[in-house]
């Protein structure tokens, strides 16, 4: 037997092993090309292309990243860069963290196609969405599977003329021939195409698009303003037709429109918009309703980016928070709290049961209950447009801000303390000298002299007295004299002038230092402030009085050699304008003054026409001013040589004022002109813990609609607490232990004490942790609750008072919450089938995540046309539910009255829902708490989304004025008469503030809270109620 020559092969091994990959190169093309001739491409199961870069894409269902080569065909194009993301990006970059999270259900099999759908695409339109991207699109709610309308298109050049939707069109295109061929999409605002080298949706890739962020747009038609919107060239082939999407997103403004054009790619040639005879239907929808979504394609388009990036949240309320889940920690049994507080009568005081009130007057008996710890409901990141929660005026804030809360620290070397008056001069009054509403009128026209004028040499007039009102008795002028005898006459609006021992300058910082003056008496600067209803005559001149016409007050400057201001240069003058002199020039506020004056100059232009006149033989030099009126804002009379230059203003040459400025700018630094201040970057300051939620009040702000929940003291929550917790472990001899304060809620009654609801984590010796939630009253000393209140004739015994006074605990008689109570969720719907299966899913989800069976869901159907509403309810996966059918128009509070009606236990809890709701995970509890059979009711404050916002990224306001989410005892809704169907009958809004009326005269008390992550979702008016449009169309509407 010959042996095998291992040596042989040895020798020969590298040549041998080319010899077998040759020998396979030329097996795998031989069956490529096989394969290429029946239609089908060899698929690579390699992901990486020429050039060396490995080509990612999403998942699918099972978490496998195939490859993009693997999704196309050898015949689409020879470069395979539009393969990746656009760009070289991958479609995770583009969309971080989208394809990990979502369960990608893309659809590979389409619907069998009939050759009478050519000549038409599908078209599904999401109404009333805001913001210009196309990821904007993705983040709708309802976004691929329940759009709004549902239509065709016989082209792909789309404009409705509409603002705030989105559009999916999607269909098969048939090229007319094989080759080669180029797309662009053009749009107004953002666009996306997506092709599939087939006819599968899940193969579809990126090709073109317009701009990522809703910037970018473009003119119709315009299809290469921007080198994303042209695709590479593909290789099409006539008798295969290929899968597209088409996304497009249109903001508030613009000209809105979206385009796709296609040719062939030869030199030369213009793109055209892709007409009827190339493209057809996926499938027709005519005969679906809305619920029917299984025949909609989810492909990459669809998918990718369907959740925004997950990013550091804005809003604090999406924290997470122990009160959130703490529903999911078992409770303590009811025996383990017998006997641990004394029972006591609770009767507040606010109550106003059999009290006549107006019609909606309801809402000014509703209060608002304290919470600690922070549950952060304060919308802080929507202050930027809406800061109603500080006391300051919004026109305020955006004058002066928050700067009288500063005091700024005296600097190093500042020996004078009255100097660092005159730096906090404007911003760091006493509240004391400012003037109230009804003072001002008074000040107008009560204002004095402060000073007489100090003896002047050289002729001038006797100086009269300041005018009295018409038909009063004017005093006698007042004699001179010299500044340190007696003390001045001042006004009330500056008592704190008086106090300073003489007048401060307006500006912040010290003044320059002094620079010598001709001997000459400080001048008197007039403050004035115009009386309502009086205006001077633009035409009639003012007379050159030495005195005022008007009443006023005079404020003596400082002696010449300490305080002089420093004037900064001149501004531009108007065109034509032009000064005989520098005594004439226009100073202007210091750089560092320009914060707190300059935003007050447009009121001194209306001020200008009625300031008074001052003596003109006052030289400018020599002026120094002290006043809290800025020199920009004295009328022009008041400056030196204004006069002189408006009678020489058409005797000179438009060069004068050039000629005269260079003048001045030769002449160095004039006596007494201002310099160009400095900016103190070393400047601090102190200041005191400021809270604002002590300012706040338990009254039902209707005004505030970004503040939260008012915060309860940590002293009061804590003490509670631990007066509570002495009373438990004296019961149990130790037992509990207490791990954290979870929620304390109080409603105050300052009559006779205050309500508390305790939540807090224990751990119980050699147990878990427990759940303790429980109603206590804090019985002020001495408060005794009488028949006139209207309790019940069981008799109460009084609380125990503490040797110190103090209030102590009691346990409140009939104010205890069950937790098995059942819910009933009574939701009224008509041609709402997108909002409906959204709202199935959402409860769906509720009974998932917290296993709670003790709920039910009543939907009131008005004769729904978009869906079937009963089978949506059978299919969902709920613990219970009703399906009750009624006829006519759409009517909320009978709707509502129906399903309640349909509850049979009269112990069990309605909540009157709305259907456009995102519930908390706590909602269940949160009812159950704050309902109590004959006592409480409860009614949720819900945060409005805004147009484009989502529970995600929450943006809107808390609806402060709403009561159309209502949870109220059975028993208690029937008592006070249920909804008031005669009124309220074919239309909606105002019963729920009637209710509330009711509820409360019945001696309910109203819990009033916000719940974080409770959301109104924004939703479209447009085609609900069935409402019709003003042109019909074979469109579906929910």
């Not at 098995?820 to 969720?825: G, I, P, R, S, Y």
Request: glycine content about 8%; aromatic content about 8%.
């Amino acid at each position: 037997m010959p042996r095998l020559p291992v040596k042989k092969i040895r020798k020969q091994m590298k040549l041998l092993l080319l010899l077998l990959l040759l020998s396979c190169a030329a097996w795998l093309t031989y069956v490529h090309l096989g394969l290429v001739r029946q239609g089908r491409a060899l698929r690579q199961r390699l992901g990486y292309g020429r050039d060396g870069e490995k080509l990612t894409g999403v998942t699918d269902g099972r978490g496998v990243h195939p490859a993009p080569s693997t999704q196309r065909a050898e015949d689409s194009s020879e470069s395979r860069e539009e393969e990746q993301a656009p760009e070289g990006r991958d479609l995770d970059m583009l969309f971080p963290g989208a394809a990990g999270r979502l369960p990608l259900n893309f659809t590979h099999q389409t619907p069998p196609w009939r050759e009478e759908y050519k000549g038409q695409v599908n078209l599904h339109v999401f109404e009333d969405w805001c913001g210009g991207a196309v990821g904007h699109l993705r983040r709708n709610l309802h976004f691929p599977l329940f759009p709004h309308t549902r239509t065709t298109v016989k082209k792909l050049a789309v404009s409705p003329k509409w603002k705030n939707y989105g559009l999916r069109i999607f269909g098969f295109i048939h090229p007319a021939r094989d080759g080669d061929v180029q797309f662009s999409v053009a749009s107004d605002d953002n666009s996306e195409f997506w092709l599939s080298p087939d006819e599968s949706p899940a193969a579809a890739q990126l090709v073109a698009f317009v701009g990522k962020t809703g910037s970018e747009w473009t003119a119709p038609g315009e299809f290469t303003k921007f080198s994303s919107q042209v695709s590479k060239p593909r290789r099409l082939m006539a008798s295969r037709r290929y899968y597209f999407e088409l996304l497009h997103k249109q903001d508030d403004r613009g000209s809105d429109h979206v385009e796709v054009g296609w040719r062939a790619f030869l030199p030369g040639l213009k793109f055209e918009v892709i007409s009827s005879a190339h493209i057809s239907l996926y499938t027709d929808e005519s005969a679906l309703k809305m619920d029917h979504v299984a025949h909609v394609p989810q492909s990459p388009a669809s998918h990718v980016g369907g959740r925004p990036p997950q990013e550091e949240t804005s809003a604090d309320m999406l924290r997470p928070d122990p009160r959130d889940t703490f529903f999911l920690t078992p409770r303590m049994e009811s025996s383990s709290l017998e006997n641990v507080l004394e029972p006591c009568a609770y009767a507040p005081t606010y109550v106003v049961k059999d009290f006549p009130i107006a019609r909606y007057q309801g809402l000014q008996f509703v209060y608002l209950s304290f919470v600690y710890p922070n549950d952060y409901t304060r919308l802080t990141h929507m202050e930027t447009d809406n800061k109603c929660f500080y006391r300051e005026s919004p026109l305020y804030l955006e004058r002066f801000g928050f700067y009288k809360y500063m005091k700024m620290d005296k600097e190093e070397g500042d020996e004078d303390e009255e100097e660092e008056v005159q730096r906090r001069a404007f911003l760091f009054l006493n509240p004391d000298d400012f003037l109230d509403d009804e003072d001002e009128g008074e000040l107008l026209d009560s204002l004095e002299p402060t000073e007489a004028a100090p003896p002047r040499s050289g002729p001038q007039s006797p100086a009269p007295v300041a005018p009295a009102e018409p038909g009063a008795t004017p005093a006698p002028p007042t004699p001179p004299r010299p500044r340190d005898e007696g003390t001045p006459r001042h006004s009330r609006a500056l008592s704190w002038a008086a106090r300073a021992a003489r007048p401060l300058p307006l500006f912040l910082g010290r003044a320059p230092p002094p620079r010598p003056a001709a001997e000459q008496p400080p001048p008197k600067v007039y403050v004035t402030r115009v009386r309502p209803g009086q205006r001077a005559s633009p035409r009639a001149p003012a007379p050159r009085a030495p005195w005022p016409r008007f009443p006023g007050v005079f404020l003596h400057p400082r002696p010449l050699p300490r305080v002089q201001l420093r004037a900064p240069p001149r501004p531009p003058r108007a065109h034509g304008r032009r000064t005989g002199g520098p005594q004439a020039t226009q100073p202007r506020l210091p750089a560092r003054a320009q914060a707190s004056q300059g935003d007050r100059e447009g009121q001194a232009r209306t001020m200008a026409p009625a300031a008074p006149t001052v003596d003109s033989n006052l030289s400018s030099e020599a002026r120094p001013v002290t006043s809290f009126l800025s020199l920009s804002q004295v009328s022009g009379p008041q400056l030196p040589g204004e006069g002189e230059e408006e009678e020489g203003e058409d005797d000179g040459a438009p060069g004068d004022e050039a000629e005269s400025e260079d003048s001045e700018e030769a002449a160095g630094p004039a006596l007494g002109r201002w310099r160009e201040d400095a900016i103190d970057w070393q400047r601090t300051f102190s200041v005191g813990a400021v809270d604002f939620e002590l300012l706040r009040s338990d009254w039902n702000d209707l005004r505030c609609n970004v503040s939260g929940n008012l915060q309860l003291p940590e002293a009061e929550a804590v003490d509670v607490t631990a007066q509570y917790m002495e009373r438990l472990n004296a019961r149990h001899g130790g037992r509990f232990a207490l791990l954290r304060i979870v929620n304390v809620e109080k409603r105050r009654d300052s009559a006779r004490g205050s309500r508390f609801l305790l939540e807090l984590e224990l751990q119980e010796r050699g147990g878990g942790r427990l759940r303790l939630s429980e109603y206590v009253f804090l019985r002020l000393p001495g408060a005794r609750v009488g028949d006139a209140d209207g309790e019940s004739p069981e008799p109460a015994p009084a609380a125990s008072v503490r040797p110190d006074g103090r209030p102590e605990l009691c346990r409140p008689l009939r104010l205890a919450w069950r937790q098995d109570v059942m819910v009933h969720f009574i939701v009224p719907v008509k041609n709402q089938a997108r909002w409906v299966a959204q709202f199935l899913a959402d409860m769906a989800a509720l009974h998932a995540r917290t296993g709670d069976s003790r709920f039910s869901v009543v939907l009131v159907d008005f004769e729904s046309e978009d869906m079937d509403v009963e089978r949506a309810l059978r299919a969902a996966r709920l613990p219970r539910y009703q399906y009750l059918r009624r006829t006519g128009n759409f009517e909320r509070s009978a709707g509502l009255q129906a399903g309640v009606d349909a509850v049979e236990d009269a112990s069990s809890i309605v909540f009157l829902c709305d259907l456009h709701i995102h519930f908390p995970p706590n909602i269940l509890d949160g009812i159950r708490k704050h309902c109590v059979e004959g006592r409480l009711a409860f009614a949720p404050v819900v945060m409005r989304l805004s147009c484009g916002s989502s529970p995600r990224d929450p943006h809107g306001y808390w609806e402060v004025n709403g009561f159309g989410l209502f949870g109220i005892y059975k028993s208690d809704f029937d008592r006070v008469g249920g909804m008031n169907t005669e009124e309220f009958r074919d239309q909606w809004g105002g019963e729920d503030w009637e209710l509330l009326d009711r509820v409360l005269q019945a001696g309910l008390e109203v819990e009033r809270l916000r719940l974080r992550n409770f959301y109104h979702h924004y939703h479209s008016k447009r085609g609900m109620w069935s409402v019709r449009s003003r042109k019909g169309s074979h469109t579906g509407a929910s």
